[in-house]
Protein backbone atom coordinates (compact mmCIF):
# COMPACT_ATOMS: atom_id res chain seq x y z
CA UNK A 1 0.00 0.00 0.00
CA UNK A 2 3.22 2.46 1.07
CA UNK A 3 4.53 1.82 -2.48
CA UNK A 4 1.23 2.61 -4.38
CA UNK A 5 0.87 5.54 -2.27
CA UNK A 6 4.09 6.82 -3.30
CA UNK A 7 3.51 6.45 -6.75
CA UNK A 8 0.17 8.10 -6.87
CA UNK A 9 1.74 10.98 -5.03
CA UNK A 10 4.70 11.08 -7.24
CA UNK A 11 2.22 11.05 -10.47
CA UNK A 12 0.46 13.95 -8.33
CA UNK A 13 4.15 15.93 -8.26
CA UNK A 14 4.50 15.60 -11.97
CA UNK A 15 1.47 16.83 -12.81
CA UNK A 16 1.59 19.80 -11.03
CA UNK A 17 5.22 20.76 -12.09
CA UNK A 18 5.64 19.28 -15.69
CA UNK A 19 1.88 19.27 -16.80
CA UNK A 20 -0.50 16.59 -17.93
CA UNK A 21 1.62 15.93 -21.50
CA UNK A 22 4.95 15.40 -20.23
CA UNK A 23 3.10 13.26 -17.53
CA UNK A 24 1.03 11.02 -19.80
CA UNK A 25 4.39 10.50 -21.71
CA UNK A 26 6.29 9.58 -18.96
CA UNK A 27 3.57 7.13 -17.63
CA UNK A 28 3.77 5.63 -21.00
CA UNK A 29 7.77 5.12 -21.34
CA UNK A 30 7.44 3.46 -18.27
CA UNK A 31 4.17 1.12 -19.08
CA UNK A 32 6.44 -0.04 -22.11
CA UNK A 33 9.22 -0.28 -20.27
CA UNK A 34 7.57 -2.57 -17.56
CA UNK A 35 6.13 -4.51 -20.24
CA UNK A 36 9.09 -5.38 -22.38
CA UNK A 37 11.24 -6.09 -18.97
CA UNK A 38 8.71 -8.50 -18.23
CA UNK A 39 8.67 -10.39 -21.33
CA UNK A 40 12.28 -10.49 -21.07
CA UNK A 41 12.45 -12.30 -17.71
CA UNK A 42 9.60 -14.75 -18.87
CA UNK A 43 12.11 -15.88 -21.77
CA UNK A 44 15.02 -16.40 -19.46
CA UNK A 45 12.86 -18.49 -17.46
CA UNK A 46 11.61 -20.71 -20.22
CA UNK A 47 14.95 -21.10 -21.33
CA UNK A 48 16.27 -22.22 -18.09
CA UNK A 49 13.28 -24.08 -17.06
CA UNK A 50 12.99 -22.33 -13.60
CA UNK A 51 10.41 -20.27 -12.05
CA UNK A 52 11.71 -17.52 -9.81
CA UNK A 53 9.40 -14.10 -10.10
CA UNK A 54 7.87 -12.50 -7.86
CA UNK A 55 7.86 -11.08 -4.58
CA UNK A 56 7.89 -12.96 -1.45
CA UNK A 57 7.35 -11.06 1.96
CA UNK A 58 9.32 -11.54 4.96
CA UNK A 59 6.38 -12.08 7.20
CA UNK A 60 5.04 -15.26 4.92
CA UNK A 61 8.89 -16.58 5.02
CA UNK A 62 8.61 -16.05 8.80
CA UNK A 63 11.42 -13.99 8.94
CA UNK A 64 11.54 -11.08 11.96
CA UNK A 65 14.92 -9.97 10.96
CA UNK A 66 15.14 -6.03 11.04
CA UNK A 67 18.30 -6.13 8.67
CA UNK A 68 16.55 -8.82 6.16
CA UNK A 69 14.95 -7.55 3.01
CA UNK A 70 11.90 -9.10 1.30
CA UNK A 71 12.88 -11.48 -1.47
CA UNK A 72 12.44 -10.43 -5.03
CA UNK A 73 14.55 -11.55 -8.02
CA UNK A 74 17.63 -9.65 -9.89
CA UNK A 75 16.86 -8.59 -13.72
CA UNK A 76 18.77 -11.33 -15.56
CA UNK A 77 19.31 -8.70 -18.26
CA UNK A 78 21.16 -6.77 -15.80
CA UNK A 79 23.04 -9.34 -14.14
CA UNK A 80 24.36 -10.57 -17.35
CA UNK A 81 25.18 -7.62 -18.34
CA UNK A 82 27.43 -6.70 -14.83
CA UNK A 83 29.21 -10.29 -15.08
CA UNK A 84 30.51 -8.78 -18.29
CA UNK A 85 33.04 -6.83 -15.98
CA UNK A 86 34.26 -9.56 -14.15
CA UNK A 87 36.43 -12.32 -14.72
CA UNK A 88 35.32 -16.15 -14.57
CA UNK A 89 37.25 -18.40 -12.64
CA UNK A 90 37.18 -19.32 -8.75
CA UNK A 91 34.41 -19.87 -6.42
CA UNK A 92 31.03 -17.72 -6.74
CA UNK A 93 28.91 -16.74 -3.92
CA UNK A 94 25.77 -15.33 -4.30
CA UNK A 95 24.14 -13.18 -0.25
CA UNK A 96 20.58 -14.17 -0.05
CA UNK A 97 20.47 -16.58 -2.97
CA UNK A 98 16.40 -16.70 -2.55
CA UNK A 99 14.65 -19.04 -5.34
CA UNK A 100 17.80 -19.31 -7.07
CA UNK A 101 17.52 -17.21 -9.99
CA UNK A 102 21.55 -15.84 -9.21
CA UNK A 103 22.64 -19.46 -8.98
CA UNK A 104 21.35 -20.53 -12.36
CA UNK A 105 22.38 -17.73 -14.17
CA UNK A 106 25.85 -18.06 -12.36
CA UNK A 107 25.79 -21.62 -13.20
CA UNK A 108 25.80 -20.73 -17.24
CA UNK A 109 29.51 -19.75 -16.34
CA UNK A 110 32.40 -22.58 -15.73
CA UNK A 111 33.02 -21.19 -12.12
CA UNK A 112 34.47 -24.13 -10.23
CA UNK A 113 32.15 -23.45 -7.29
CA UNK A 114 29.05 -21.74 -6.70
CA UNK A 115 27.31 -21.44 -3.06
CA UNK A 116 24.03 -19.45 -2.24
CA UNK A 117 23.40 -18.24 1.33
CA UNK A 118 20.05 -18.00 2.18
CA UNK A 119 18.36 -17.48 5.58
CA UNK A 120 15.46 -18.92 4.96
CA UNK A 121 14.74 -22.99 4.81
CA UNK A 122 11.88 -22.35 2.34
CA UNK A 123 13.89 -20.36 -0.18
CA UNK A 124 16.53 -23.17 0.33
CA UNK A 125 14.27 -26.08 -0.43
CA UNK A 126 12.86 -24.44 -3.49
CA UNK A 127 15.98 -23.02 -4.95
CA UNK A 128 17.56 -26.56 -4.78
CA UNK A 129 14.53 -27.23 -6.66
CA UNK A 130 15.40 -24.73 -9.26
CA UNK A 131 19.08 -25.74 -9.59
CA UNK A 132 18.07 -29.56 -9.83
CA UNK A 133 16.33 -28.89 -13.25
CA UNK A 134 17.99 -25.73 -14.59
CA UNK A 135 18.52 -26.84 -18.15
CA UNK A 136 22.55 -24.53 -20.05
CA UNK A 137 24.03 -24.35 -16.88
CA UNK A 138 27.74 -25.47 -16.96
CA UNK A 139 28.92 -25.18 -13.66
CA UNK A 140 28.24 -28.60 -12.04
CA UNK A 141 28.70 -27.78 -8.17
CA UNK A 142 26.13 -25.18 -7.27
CA UNK A 143 25.34 -25.31 -3.03
CA UNK A 144 23.09 -23.51 -1.06
CA UNK A 145 23.89 -22.85 2.68
CA UNK A 146 20.86 -21.81 5.06
CA UNK A 147 22.18 -19.57 7.70
CA UNK A 148 22.48 -15.57 8.77
CA UNK A 149 25.16 -14.57 6.13
CA UNK A 150 26.79 -13.07 8.71
CA UNK A 151 28.08 -16.04 10.12
CA UNK A 152 29.37 -17.69 6.97
CA UNK A 153 32.81 -18.06 6.88
CA UNK A 154 34.01 -16.89 3.19
CA UNK A 155 36.62 -19.37 1.99
CA UNK A 156 39.68 -18.11 0.25
CA UNK A 157 38.66 -19.10 -3.05
CA UNK A 158 36.00 -16.94 -3.68
CA UNK A 159 36.71 -14.21 -6.34
CA UNK A 160 33.28 -12.51 -7.15
CA UNK A 161 30.52 -11.77 -4.20
CA UNK A 162 26.92 -11.10 -5.57
CA UNK A 163 24.39 -8.54 -3.27
CA UNK A 164 21.08 -8.27 -4.82
CA UNK A 165 19.93 -6.20 -1.72
CA UNK A 166 19.70 -9.10 0.83
CA UNK A 167 20.13 -7.30 3.65
CA UNK A 168 20.75 -3.57 5.20
CA UNK A 169 22.37 -2.03 8.08
CA UNK A 170 24.69 -4.33 10.71
CA UNK A 171 24.80 -7.31 8.75
CA UNK A 172 25.97 -5.91 5.31
CA UNK A 173 28.82 -4.09 6.98
CA UNK A 174 29.48 -7.47 9.11
CA UNK A 175 29.40 -9.44 5.74
CA UNK A 176 31.41 -6.87 3.82
CA UNK A 177 33.68 -7.18 7.32
CA UNK A 178 33.85 -11.18 6.68
CA UNK A 179 34.83 -10.50 2.87
CA UNK A 180 37.69 -7.81 3.86
CA UNK A 181 39.04 -10.63 6.86
CA UNK A 182 38.97 -13.79 4.08
CA UNK A 183 40.98 -10.87 1.70
CA UNK A 184 43.17 -10.39 4.30
CA UNK A 185 44.00 -14.17 4.93
CA UNK A 186 44.55 -14.87 1.58
CA UNK A 187 45.47 -11.80 -0.28
CA UNK A 188 44.07 -11.85 -4.19
CA UNK A 189 41.85 -10.12 -6.68
CA UNK A 190 37.81 -9.90 -6.08
CA UNK A 191 34.77 -8.40 -7.12
CA UNK A 192 31.82 -7.57 -5.67
CA UNK A 193 28.65 -7.09 -7.86
CA UNK A 194 25.85 -5.24 -5.64
CA UNK A 195 22.95 -4.29 -6.85
CA UNK A 196 21.46 -0.07 -6.17
CA UNK A 197 24.84 0.66 -4.11
CA UNK A 198 22.93 3.31 -2.41
CA UNK A 199 21.44 0.82 0.00
CA UNK A 200 23.91 1.17 2.22
CA UNK A 201 26.94 0.13 -0.17
CA UNK A 202 28.08 2.51 -1.91
CA UNK A 203 28.83 4.62 1.61
CA UNK A 204 30.54 1.98 3.13
CA UNK A 205 32.71 1.66 0.35
CA UNK A 206 33.57 5.58 0.39
CA UNK A 207 34.20 5.12 4.17
CA UNK A 208 37.18 3.10 3.28
CA UNK A 209 36.44 1.58 7.28
CA UNK A 210 35.77 -1.96 6.18
CA UNK A 211 37.49 -2.13 2.93
CA UNK A 212 40.22 -0.19 3.05
CA UNK A 213 40.47 2.29 -0.33
CA UNK A 214 43.83 1.01 -1.20
CA UNK A 215 42.38 -2.43 -1.92
CA UNK A 216 39.26 -0.58 -4.28
CA UNK A 217 40.93 -0.24 -7.79
CA UNK A 218 38.16 0.80 -9.92
CA UNK A 219 34.01 0.68 -9.64
CA UNK A 220 31.69 0.08 -13.15
CA UNK A 221 28.58 1.17 -13.16
CA UNK A 222 25.53 -0.90 -15.29
CA UNK A 223 22.32 0.57 -16.06
CA UNK A 224 19.64 -1.75 -15.25
CA UNK A 225 18.28 -2.24 -18.45
CA UNK A 226 14.54 -1.08 -19.46
CA UNK A 227 14.22 0.76 -16.16
CA UNK A 228 14.11 4.13 -16.01
CA UNK A 229 17.04 6.39 -14.40
CA UNK A 230 15.99 7.50 -10.86
CA UNK A 231 16.76 11.45 -10.46
CA UNK A 232 16.13 10.74 -6.79
CA UNK A 233 18.39 7.73 -6.53
CA UNK A 234 21.37 8.22 -8.69
CA UNK A 235 22.83 5.12 -7.76
CA UNK A 236 20.09 3.15 -8.17
CA UNK A 237 18.41 1.00 -10.91
CA UNK A 238 22.30 -0.41 -11.37
CA UNK A 239 24.41 -2.68 -10.35
CA UNK A 240 28.21 -1.64 -9.65
CA UNK A 241 31.18 -3.83 -9.89
CA UNK A 242 34.17 -3.18 -7.52
CA UNK A 243 37.15 -4.34 -8.40
CA UNK A 244 39.43 -5.13 -5.32
CA UNK A 245 42.78 -6.46 -4.91
CA UNK A 246 44.12 -7.11 -1.44
CA UNK A 247 47.49 -7.90 -2.51
CA UNK A 248 50.55 -6.42 -1.11
CA UNK A 249 52.19 -3.30 -3.40
CA UNK A 250 55.79 -4.24 -4.54
CA UNK A 251 57.90 -1.40 -3.76
CA UNK A 252 60.69 -0.97 -6.40
Not at 218 to 226: A, F, G, K, S, V
Amino acid sequence: MSTTFSRIKNAARMLKTEGPGYTFRHARTRLFLYAKARLTEELYERRFGVRTRGKISLESLGIDDPDSVWYAPTSYSAFFNAMKHVPISGAFVDYGSGLGRTLVAAGTFPFNRITGVELSQSLVRRSLENVAKAKRTICQNIEVVCMNAAHWHVPSDVIVFHFFNPFLNQTLRTVVGNIAQSLREAPRQAWIVFANPSWGMAQLMRSGEVIPHEWQKHTIDEMWPLRPVSKGDPEGNLYRVYALDSRPTVQH
